[in-house]
C-alpha cells in the first residue's frame, strides 16, 4: 500500500512539472532571481559637441569630426580613421558606415575594418545621408528652385533614382531595416492650409503609395512589421502598408520619448508615464521604479530603462547609480551594455 502512494504521488509530481504552465512559472522565479550588475572596463575620450555615438555590429562608433573609432563591447578598438568634417552627417548598416560632408558635397563609404570603399562627389546641396540595407544609400538635399529631393546612390557611386518633389520641406526619411524600403515625409501649404505628405517608396526608389493628412507635422517614423507608425508631439498613426487602415492614437501628454521595442511601440509622455501599444493600437501603462526615466532600451528578455544617473533591469529589479549624466545606452546580444558619459564610457556586463 505504502509503495503505491510513493508511485501515485511520483506520477503526479511528474505530471506537474511536465505542465508547460508550471514550467513556465518555474522560469519566470529562476529570471526574476538577482543578477549582478558589473563594470568591467572605464575609458576616457575627449567630449565635444560634435560627438555622435552610433550603435554598431558588436560595439559602437565614435566620431568628433576628426577621428572615426570602431569599439567592441569589450572595449577593443577595432578601428580609428582620420577623417576631418567640419559639418557632417553620419549612418550606417550592418555591413559599411556612411559619412557625408555637407560643405564639400562628399560621400565617404567605409567598410568595418575601417578600409575607404568609395569617396564620391556630389552635385546637390545634401543636407543627411541615410544607409539602406543593401548597402546602398539616400541622400536628402536642396536645390536653389525651394525643389527638394532624395537621391538613390550604390555604395559605388552610381545614381540609381533621383525622387525631387517641389513645394515641399522634406522633414524625415527614414529607411526600414529589413526591408531597404524608405519613406520621405514633407510639408506644404495650400490654399492656407498645411499638409503633411507621406511618400513610400521600394528600395528601387518606385513610389508604391502616397497620401497626406491635414494639419499634422510628424515628427518621427518608425516600422512596426508591415506598418508605418508616424508620431505627432500628441498624436501616433499606424498605418498597415498592406491596405489602406490606419489606426489613431491621441495622447493626453506630449511625447518626450518614443521608440520600438520588443514588437511594442514604448512612448514616455512629459508626465514621465510609460505607456506600451502595439501594432493593432492597443495600449497599456507600465510601471518602472526609476524616476526621471531618459529612455528604453532591450537586452535579452528583459528592458533596460536609464535615467539622468541610473539604469534600472526591470524584470530583476536591479539597479545601478552613477555620478554623472548619461548621454546614451547601448546593449549588445544579451548580457552587455554601454553606457556613455561626457569624456568617459563604461562597460558593464549583466550576469
Known sequence: ???????IISIILIIIFLNPKTINIIRSKMNNSKVSIKETKEISYGYSNNTSF???????????????????????RKFDLNI?????????????????????KEVYIIDKKGSLMNKLSLKENALMIKALYN?????????????????????????????????????????????SNFVVSGISIKDDRLYNNIFYYNKKGELIFSYNIENKVFVKTMFLDDNLVFVD?????????????????????????????????????????????DKYGKEKIKEYSIENIKGIKNIGNENIVYSD??????KNKQKKDFTKDILDVFTIYDNSVIVIFRGYIKFLNID
Open 1 to 7: 500500500m505504502k509503495k503505491n502512494k510513493i508511485i
Open 54 to 76: 552610433i550603435k554598431y555590429r558588436d560595439g559602437f562608433l565614435m566620431y568628433d569630426g576628426k577621428s572615426l573609432k570602431y569599439m567592441d563591447s569589450e572595449a577593443q
Open 84 to 104: 576631418r568634417i567640419e559639418n557632417y552627417s553620419i549612418d550606417t548598416n550592418n555591413s559599411n558606415i556612411y559619412l557625408l560632408d555637407k560643405m564639400k
Open 135 to 179: 548597402d546602398d544609400f539616400l541622400i536628402h538635399y536642396t536645390t536653389d528652385v525651394e525643389v527638394e529631393g532624395v537621391k538613390l546612390y550604390s555604395y559605388k557611386g552610381e545614381e540609381i533614382q533621383d525622387i525631387s518633389i517641389p513645394q515641399i520641406i522634406i522633414n524625415l526619411v527614414e529607411v526600414d531595416k529589413n526591408t
Open 233 to 277: 508631439p500628441k498624436y501616433i498613426e499606424i498605418k498597415n502598408l498592406n491596405d489602406e487602415n490606419a489606426k489613431k492614437i491621441n495622447l493626453d501628454e506630449e511625447i518626450a520619448y518614443v521608440d520600438i521595442i520588443d514588437d511594442e511601440i514604448i512612448v514616455m509622455d512629459s508626465n514621465k508615464n510609460i505607456i506600451s501599444i
Open 309 to 314: 544617473r541610473s539604469i534600472y533591469l526591470s
